[in-house]
């Protein structure tokens, strides 16, 4: 693993304390232990892959602008540090495309995505900070259309955590926003206080819409204190749900 001393940091690509500003378009930061710095995408198609993360930056990888942001194949663990940390990734209005990733100790969601795909991916040890409940996969509005797919999410409770853990995958409308075509497919998931949420947001206004979400063929076992796998309110329109099932092969129902 290479050190953060190794990057080039000349024309578009910055460091400024422990922030790294990338605004070269198609750039490729590969190998380097990035686990004391947080990343600013400025641009379009980067590919971050290979690298060690921490706690550091309220995200520590950032698409602030830009589209085509690719993390493969990197290790995101806060150890449990102290941050103010809001997430590990955002992709905010861009297409994000994370795979292969494995995500621990989050202070607070580990993917904030709104248009692109999540698969592959292992996610554990939900933390969590004082006042916080981190969701491994969060879209609160889209841009486009999102793929959550084949990843294993162990999201139990941990015994001592500040925090705790929200829902795997949480799929909410917020604040007058609109959700749209989201599929949820293939996953393995533990624990929760819901395991999947799909629909809008029960604070939010009646401007807020959460539609055509497909909820397929995923693995369920071990949901949290609510006793269901499926957040039961304000659920999406045209939702679909089917073949989701236990590791015992049994039905899951809506």
């Known amino acids: 693993m290479k050190s953060v001393a190794a990057i080039p940091t000349t024309g578009l690509v910055r460091r400024s304390g422990n922030r790294i500003i990338i605004q070269q378009p198609g750039y490729m930061l590969d190998g380097y232990d990035l ?6 995408v400025v641009a379009d198609d980067v590919t971050i892959m290979n690298c060690l993360f921490g706690a550091a930056g309220n995200f ?16 995101f663990d806060t150890k449990h540090a102290a941050s103010k940390q809001m997430a590990f990734i955002s992709g905010r209005d861009g297409t994000l495309t994370v795979r292969k990733c494995t995500f621990k100790g989050a202070g607070s969601d580990c993917i904030l995505i709104s248009r692109g795909i999540v698969e592959d991916n292992e996610f554990s040890d939900p933390w969590g900070r004082p006042g ?31 925090g705790g853990p929200n829902n795997c995958i949480r799929v909410s409308a917020t604040a007058g926003a609109v959700v749209r075509d989201v599929t949820i497919e293939g996953n393995t998931l533990i624990g929760g206080t819901f395991s999947i949420q ?5 604070t939010s206004n009646r401007n807020t819409r959460c539609e055509r979400i497909a909820i397929r063929d995923n693995v369920v076992s071990g949901w949290g204190k609510n ?8 659920r999406a329109t045209d939702l679909i749900i089917d073949g ?11």
Not at 227 to 234: A, E, F, H, I, R
């Open 198 to 202: 799909a629909g809008i947001d029960p």
């Open 227 to 234: 006793m269901d796998w499926l957040y039961p309110t304000k």
């Open 132 to 162: 916080s409940h981190s969701a491994a996969v969060t879209v609160s509005k889209t841009t486009g259309p999102v793929a959550i797919r084949n990843n294993k999410f162990d999201w139990r409770a941990l015994p001592g955590a500040p």
């Open 60 to 75: 520590t990888v950032d698409q602030q602008s830009g589209s085509g942001l690719t993390v493969f194949g990197c290790e």
């Open 35 to 40: 686990t004391e710095f947080y990343v600013s």
């Open 244 to 254: 989701n099932r236990t590791p015992d092969d049994w039905p899951l129902h809506s």
